[in-house]
């Protein structure tokens, strides 16, 4: 047994008398990382035609929906498909694996019931893959795959959210960081949309969806920024990737009869706002609340599942309930109970197929037997018969016999009498 | 060449200067028959009856329906201005709920009554969302039969038949969904439609014509027929000006019933912080299109296609199965009855 200290060792703040030089921790931090690189998995979900292609295209600067890509209009598929693509973009010395998670044809179909089911399944089966490769004995790559954040698209109509949304959001906001953005936010005029962001708010809290929330810093001056990031939930988007002329300047935006919709004015769109956040500020902080919140709340419910079943021994490693010593006690007198069990088991088959061979051994020989009684009776059957004939045979041969010296008597008395009638006539 | 007797009230005078100069007074006109006068008859008559006339919009909720039927006919005459309901609630099933207004232009009164569908499309399960519609359509036919077939029919059956159903899609930029097409296929047979894009402000123009094209091929791809339908169409006038419609429909609309200061003038429109989109500018959507073909050009053409055509169809299904019945009930084998297919 392991001693611990009974009592606490209080820490005492000291000022150093010179330099030692473990300010320079950040720093190799710093260095390991990008020495490793990051990953980060963002998956984005919403009907078709919502923009979401284009806003990914707009986030990083990248074709990852090239035009050759089929669009949604060649895509319509009957059930929800989740679709992973992967990008590796270089930034300054820091690489990121990017993974986007598309999921088409959610909420195109005419009955969605269950639609958010295949998300569901793919968000498990990634935390799934975590839990298994963390339980290894050899963790020597642990590739990170689990999804870090969960864009909601939903759709600019300037009621309120529908009931498809609603129930998405519900399912979802204890699986992974959820944030909801307005998609197609050039076609509300900004008292639309000021209306239309208190309404989702206020039906958001109504239905007690936890949507992804801005940590509080320490520092005044980057609360400010995150409280008015906080007051412009859910962010309304336009994505672009095409660059207009507008006054001599050039910039990305969606060029209408009546103007051009810019995408990185703040006045004209939260884009911007959408960006700093997810890249630039939070998004250490996304993989964190993944790892710590949503994949803890995963592990706690699948370990505890299994737990209730009893007998597992391929995942089980720290309980809940005992030390893992006991555990590792128990564990081997369940192996040891089930090895003897086995046994019995394979005993008992043991004594069942002998005793069915004996039996087979018995029942072949009585069906031996029978034959031989009856080939014996056949051969039996057959001398009878051949006695009989040899029998009809002889008689026959005797009668014949007997019939011949008839024959040869009636000759010689034929002769007989041929000759006393030849004795008579030479005597006249 | 018949010498008629003209009242001095009838005569149009821009006819009498045609026919040739006769002597004496203006009235007397010896070739001038006067038949052309009973334009003028039926347009004081029409007058004093007045017109009717039933739109239907369907659409999903949040698509800007009721601002365009208030935007098309310059007066608060949607649902939502008429009931002020504090808080909008997606019904849980799909609701008719029609409200009727009397407008006034120029001595023409028109009895206008627009159909509302809440809750078409927004729930998550939509199997069978068009049915009600489709039942409400076919009981308006129905009540017009009812009154038609009676002995002692009135003067002037109220027509609440719908004449018009206006589809809202919503503006994807990329094509139909199943839903869209699915409601049209079976809503063209029995009423006229008229697809739109709405909130069309989120569409660059490239978009829309890209947009316009791969909804006309879809419909025509599944074989459904909109208004102005070609089958309809009676001669080569009419086509000629049918065909320009067909190639714009469906047309890109944004309503609005606020208006804006533009150039010194006010304009009906929705106003940005990158401009403001004039409703009424074809340059920036087809609304005014659109109000052109539902009221200035088209109305009466509406109008009698769904008497004429979508009714008489109702109308001989309906009477068939009349007859089937009191076939089968007095036990007469059915020789050969047209059925027509929903």
Same mark, same amino acid.
Request: with cysteine; charged share 30%.
């Given at each position: 047994?392991?001693?611990?200290?009974?009592?606490?060792?209080?820490?005492?703040?000291?000022?150093?008398?010179?330099?030692?030089?473990?300010?320079?921790?950040?720093?190799?931090?710093?260095?390991?990382?990008?020495?490793?690189?990051?990953?980060?998995?963002?998956?984005?979900?919403?009907?078709?035609?919502?923009?979401?292609?284009?806003?990914?295209?707009?986030?990083?600067?990248?074709?990852?929906?090239?035009?050759?890509?089929?669009?949604?209009?060649?895509?319509?598929?009957? *059930?929800?498909?989740?679709?992973?693509?992967?990008?590796?973009?270089?930034?300054?010395?820091?690489?990121?694996?990017?993974?986007?998670?598309?999921?088409?044809?959610?909420?195109?179909?005419?009955?969605?019931?269950?639609?958010?089911?295949?998300?569901?399944?793919?968000?498990?089966?990634?935390?799934?893959?975590?839990?298994?490769?963390?339980?290894?004995?050899?963790?020597?790559?642990?590739?990170?795959?689990?999804?870090?954040?969960?864009?909601?698209?939903?759709?600019?109509?300037?009621?309120?959210?529908?009931?498809?949304?609603?129930?998405?959001?519900?399912?979802?906001?204890?699986?992974?960081?959820?944030?909801?953005?307005?998609?197609?936010?050039?076609?509300?005029?900004?008292?639309?949309?000021?209306?239309?962001?208190?309404?989702?708010?206020?039906?958001?809290?109504?239905?007690?969806?936890?949507?992804?929330?801005?940590?509080?810093?320490?520092?005044?001056?980057?609360?400010?920024?995150?409280? %008015?990031?906080?007051?412009?939930?859910?962010?309304?988007?336009?994505?672009?990737?095409?660059?207009?002329?507008?006054?001599?300047?050039?910039?990305?935006?969606?060029?209408?009869?009546?103007?051009?919709?810019?995408?990185?004015?703040?006045?004209?769109?939260?884009?911007?706002?959408?960006?700093?956040?997810?890249?630039?500020?939070?998004?250490?902080?996304?993989?964190?609340?993944?790892?710590?919140?949503?994949?803890?709340?995963?592990?706690?419910?699948?370990? !505890?599942?299994?737990?209730?079943?009893?007998?597992?021994?391929?995942?089980?490693?720290?309980?809940?309930?005992?030390?893992?010593? @006991?555990?590792?006690?128990?564990?081997?007198?369940?192996?040891?109970?089930?090895?003897?069990?086995?046994? !019995?088991?394979?005993?008992?088959?043991?004594?069942?197929?002998?005793?069915?061979? %004996?039996?087979?051994? %018995?029942?072949?020989? @009585?069906?031996?037997?029978?034959?031989?009684?009856?080939?014996?009776?056949?051969?039996?059957?057959?001398?009878?018969?051949?006695?009989?004939?040899?029998?009809?045979?002889?008689?026959?041969?005797?009668?014949?016999?007997?019939?011949?010296?008839?024959?040869?008597?009636?000759?010689?008395?034929?002769?007989? *009498?041929?000759?006393?009638?030849?004795?008579?006539?030479?005597?006249? | 060449?018949?010498?008629?007797?003209?009242?001095?009230?009838?005569?149009?005078?821009?006819?009498?200067?045609?026919?040739?100069?006769?002597?004496?007074?203006?009235?007397?006109?010896?070739?001038?028959?006067?038949?052309?006068?009973?334009?003028?008859?039926?347009?004081?008559?029409?007058?004093?009856?007045?017109?009717?006339?039933?739109?239907?919009?369907?659409?999903?909720?949040?698509?800007?329906?009721?601002?365009?039927?208030?935007?098309?006919?310059?007066?608060?005459?949607?649902?939502?201005?008429?009931?002020?309901?504090?808080?909008?609630?997606?019904?849980?099933?799909?609701?008719?709920?029609?409200?009727?207004?009397?407008?006034?232009?120029?001595?023409?009164?028109?009895?206008?009554?627009?159909?509302?569908?809440?809750?078409?499309?927004?729930?998550?399960?939509?199997?069978?969302?068009?049915?009600?519609?489709?039942?409400?359509?076919?009981?308006?036919?129905?009540?017009?039969?009812?009154?038609?077939?009676?002995?002692?029919?009135?003067?002037?059956?109220?027509?609440?038949?719908?004449?018009?159903?206006?589809?809202?899609?919503?503006?994807?930029?990329?094509?139909?969904?199943?839903?869209?097409?699915?409601?049209?296929?079976?809503?063209?047979?029995?009423?006229?439609?008229?697809?739109?894009?709405?909130?069309?402000?989120?569409?660059?123009?490239?978009?829309?014509?890209?947009?316009?094209?791969?909804?006309?091929?879809?419909?025509?791809?599944?074989?459904?027929?909109?208004?102005?339908?070609?089958?309809?169409?009676?001669?080569?006038?009419?086509?000629?000006?049918?065909?320009?419609?067909?190639?714009?429909?469906?047309?890109?609309?944004?309503?609005?019933?606020?208006?804006?200061?533009?150039?010194?003038?006010?304009?009906?429109?929705?106003?940005?912080?990158?401009?403001?989109?004039?409703?009424?500018?074809?340059?920036?959507?087809?609304?005014?299109?659109?109000?052109?073909?539902?009221?200035?050009?088209?109305?009466?053409?509406?109008?009698?296609?769904?008497?004429?055509?979508?009714?008489?169809?109702?109308?001989?299904?309906?009477?068939?199965?009349?007859?089937?019945?009191?076939?089968?009930?007095?036990?007469?084998?059915?020789?050969?009855?047209?059925?027509?297919?929903?």
């Amino acid at each position: 047994m392991i001693e611990r200290p009974e009592t606490a060792v209080p820490s005492i703040a000291r000022n150093l008398e010179g330099y030692v030089g473990f300010a320079n921790l950040p720093n190799q931090v710093y260095r390991k990382s990008v020495k490793r690189g990051f990953e980060f998995t963002l998956m984005v979900v919403g009907e078709s035609g919502l923009g979401k292609s284009t806003l990914i295209n707009s986030l990083f600067l990248t074709d990852l929906y090239s035009k050759d890509y089929p669009g949604p209009s060649h895509r319509i598929k009957k *059930t929800v498909q989740v679709e992973q693509s992967k990008v590796l973009i270089k930034e300054g010395g820091v690489q990121l694996t990017l993974t986007i998670v598309d999921t088409p044809g959610f909420g195109d179909a005419v009955d969605n019931s269950n639609c958010w089911q295949p998300v569901i399944n793919y968000i498990d089966s990634k935390c799934e893959d975590f839990l298994n490769a963390e339980s290894r004995v050899n963790r020597r790559s642990m590739p990170d795959n689990r999804v870090h954040c969960c864009l909601y698209f939903i759709a600019p109509s300037g009621h309120g959210l529908k009931p498809l949304d609603i129930e998405f959001m519900k399912r979802l906001h204890d699986k992974v960081n959820v944030i909801p953005l307005i998609a197609k936010a050039d076609t509300l005029t900004p008292e639309e949309c000021h209306l239309f962001k208190k309404q989702i708010m206020k039906e958001i809290q109504e239905h007690k969806i936890k949507i992804y929330e801005f940590p509080d810093v320490d520092e005044d001056e980057d609360n400010k920024l995150v409280r %008015k990031i906080k007051e412009k939930m859910p962010l309304a988007v336009v994505g672009s990737n095409v660059v207009i002329e507008v006054n001599g300047k050039k910039v990305r935006g969606r060029q209408y009869p009546w103007g051009v919709a810019e995408v990185e004015n703040g006045e004209h769109c939260d884009f911007t706002v959408l960006r700093n956040m997810l890249i630039r500020t939070h998004m250490q902080d996304l993989k964190d609340v993944t790892n710590n919140v949503h994949y803890e709340n995963y592990r706690s419910k699948k370990l !505890a599942a299994v737990t209730c079943n009893g007998v597992d021994t391929s995942k089980t490693k720290g309980q809940l309930t005992k030390s893992p010593l @006991a555990q590792m006690e128990e564990e081997r007198r369940e192996h040891v109970m089930k090895m003897k069990k086995m046994e !019995a088991e394979m005993e008992q088959v043991f004594e069942m197929k002998v005793k069915e061979k %004996k039996q087979k051994l %018995k029942d072949s020989e @009585a069906e031996l037997e029978r034959r031989h009684e009856q080939m014996k009776r056949n051969l039996e059957a057959q001398y009878k018969e051949l006695e009989e004939k040899r029998r009809v045979f002889e008689e026959e041969k005797a009668n014949w016999e007997a019939q011949q010296r008839i024959l040869e008597q009636q000759k010689l008395d034929a002769s007989k *009498t041929m000759e006393k009638n030849k004795k008579k006539g030479k005597i006249f | 060449m018949s010498e008629a007797v003209v009242p001095d009230a009838m005569v149009s005078p821009a006819v009498g200067g045609l026919y040739g100069e006769k002597a004496g007074g203006p009235m007397l006109d010896f070739s001038y028959v006067g038949i052309d006068a009973i334009l003028e008859q039926m347009r004081r008559k029409a007058m004093k009856q007045g017109f009717e006339l039933n739109i239907m919009v369907v659409g999903q909720s949040g698509l800007g329906k009721s601002t365009l039927m208030n935007t098309l006919f310059k007066s608060k005459v949607s649902r939502k201005s008429v009931l002020a309901t504090a808080q909008e609630k997606i019904p849980k099933t799909v609701e008719i709920k029609s409200i009727s207004h009397d407008i006034e232009e120029k001595g023409v009164r028109m009895k206008l009554t627009v159909i509302d569908t809440p809750g078409f499309g927004d729930q998550i399960n939509n199997e069978n969302c068009w049915q009600p519609i489709m039942k409400f359509i076919n009981d308006q036919y129905e009540a017009y039969l009812q009154e038609e077939i009676n002995i002692n029919r009135k003067k002037r059956i109220p027509d609440s038949r719908v004449h018009c159903c206006i589809y809202f899609i919503p503006p994807t930029g990329h094509c139909l969904r199943p839903l869209d097409v699915e409601f049209m296929r079976r809503l063209s047979k029995v009423v006229n439609i008229v697809p739109v894009i709405a909130k069309a402000d989120t569409l660059t123009l490239e978009e829309r014509d890209f947009f316009k094209k791969k909804i006309r091929e879809e419909l025509r791809a599944n074989g459904i027929d909109v208004y102005p339908q070609k089958e309809f169409d009676e001669d080569a006038e009419d086509r000629m000006i049918n065909e320009k419609i067909r190639e714009m429909i469906p047309f890109a609309v944004v309503g609005s019933d606020q208006e804006y200061q533009v150039n010194g003038r006010r304009l009906l429109g929705r106003k940005t912080k990158w401009g403001t989109i004039e409703v009424e500018n074809i340059a920036h959507c087809e609304f005014a299109y659109l109000r052109d073909l539902l009221i200035r050009t088209h109305m009466q053409n509406i109008k009698d296609i769904t008497s004429s055509i979508h009714y008489e169809m109702y109308r001989v299904r309906r009477l068939n199965e009349n007859n089937t019945m009191v076939a089968h009930a007095n036990g007469i084998p059915e020789h050969h009855l047209t059925a027509h297919e929903m």
